[in-house]
C-alpha cells in the first residue's frame, strides 16, 4: 500500500504541464504530505489508464487537453457543474470506491478574473474563441457574473451551437464562426481554443476589441502567447494568459481532494517570478 496519497495529470500533449510543481508548491504550503505526477494519455488509452491508476491506489486525477469529456463520462458521479458542462477536470475516489467527476475550471477562471485582476464582467460583451470542454467547464461561471452577452466563435460552429443550445434560458448567448466576427466588438475576449498550444491563432479582425477591453488566453507559456501577443498589439488595457487560472482550478481540485484551500496568491507570484527569470521548467 502506498505510504502517501497519490495524484497524477493526464493529458496529450502534457510535457507543457506545470500541474505537478503546482500541487507540491500547495502541498509544501499546507503542510501535506502527496505525490503528483504528469503523465502523456492519449484520448484512445485513457479509459485502460485511468483504471489502472485507480487500480493502484490513485486518489485523484487532472484531466487535461483532450481527455475532459472523457473524463466526464468515466465518472461515476458528477458535481452540479460538472454535470452541466459535460466536462471534467477533476476525477476523486471516494470513500465507497466511486470516482466523482468535477470541473475546477470555470471557478478557476473567473477566481483569476475578478479576484487576481480586479476585471468587472456584470453588464460586459464576451466573446469566447473555441467550443471544446474548456468552453463548456467556464460557460456557467461566466454566466453567473451576469455579463450583458456571450458570443462563443468556433471554427467547428455545430460545436458552439450546441454549447448554446444547452444553456437555455440565457438569451443573452450566441455562436457563430470566425467570418462573422467582423463589425462586432467585445469588452473582453477570452481564448478558449488550443490553438495556443502550437502558437497559432484563429484569424480575428483589429476592430474586435473594444477601447479599454481585455483579453485572455486560457494557455500559458513561459513566452507570451499568440493571442496575448494579439491583444497587446489591440492595446488592450490587460492581455492576459491561463496562468493565474491554472493556479486558481489547481486551487479547487486540491481543496477537493484534502478538504483545504491553498492561498493563490504567492503561488502565482512565485510562478510569475520564475517565468520572467525563465526558471520555470518549459
Ligand atoms: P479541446 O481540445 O476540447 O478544444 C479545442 C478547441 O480549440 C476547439 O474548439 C477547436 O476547434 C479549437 N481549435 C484548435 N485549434 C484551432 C485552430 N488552429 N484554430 C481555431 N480553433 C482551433 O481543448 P480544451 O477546450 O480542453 O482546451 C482549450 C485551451 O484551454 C487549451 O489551450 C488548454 O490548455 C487551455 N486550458 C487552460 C486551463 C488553465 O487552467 N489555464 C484550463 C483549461 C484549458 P474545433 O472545434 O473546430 O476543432
Request: aromatic residues 6%; charged residues 15%; glycine residues 8%.
Amino acid at each position: 500500500m502506498p505510504t502517501i496519497d497519490n495524484y497524477a495529470v493526464f493529458g496529450h500533449p502534457i510535457s507543457h504541464s506545470k500541474s505537478p510543481l503546482i500541487h507540491h508548491l500547495f502541498a509544501e504550503q499546507t503542510g501535506q504530505q502527496l505525490s503528483y505526477s504528469a503523465h502523456d494519455v492519449p484520448a484512445e488509452v485513457f479509459k485502460a489508464q485511468t483504471d489502472e491508476f485507480f487500480k493502484r491506489g490513485g486518489k485523484g486525477l487532472n484531466c487535461t487537453v483532450p481527455l475532459k469529456e472523457l473524463a466526464w463520462e468515466y465518472a461515476d458521479h458528477l458535481s452540479d457543474r460538472a454535470r452541466i458542462s459535460k466536462a471534467v477536470n477533476t476525477l476523486t475516489l471516494q470513500a465507497d470506491g466511486g470516482i466523482l467527476g468535477d470541473n475546477t475550471d470555470g471557478v478557476g477562471l473567473v477566481n483569476d478574473l475578478t479576484r487576481n485582476h480586479q476585471l468587472e464582467l456584470f453588464g460586459k460583451r464576451l466573446l469566447i474563441l473555441g467550443a471544446g470542454g474548456a468552453t463548456r467547464g467556464i460557460m456557467a461561471p461566466l454566466l453567473a457574473c451576469q455579463p450583458s452577452q456571450i458570443m462563443i466563435a468556433n471554427r467547428t460552429v455545430s460545436k458552439a451551437e450546441t454549447i448554446v443550445s444547452e444553456f437555455t434560458g440565457s438569451n443573452n448567448l450566441s455562436s457563430c464562426n470566425y467570418a462573422d466576427l467582423p463589425g462586432q466588438q467585445f469588452d473582453l475576449i477570452i481564448n478558449a481554443t488550443s490553438a495556443s498550444l502550437s502558437n497559432q491563432l484563429p484569424a480575428l479582425p483589429d476592430t474586435l476589441l473594444a477601447k479599454s477591453g481585455c483579453c485572455y488566453d486560457l494557455a500559458y507559456s513561459n513566452q507570451p502567447t499568440a493571442f496575448v501577443v494579439w491583444g497587446q498589439t489591440q492595446h488592450a488595457a490587460k492581455s492576459l494568459d491561463g496562468l493565474g487560472m491554472l493556479v486558481e482550478q489547481a486551487a479547487e481540485a486540491f481543496n477537493i481532494w484534502r478538504g483545504i484551500r491553498p492561498d493563490t496568491l504567492p503561488i502565482i507570484t512565485l510562478l510569475e517570478q520564475a517565468r520572467q527569470t525563465s526558471r520555470l521548467p518549459t
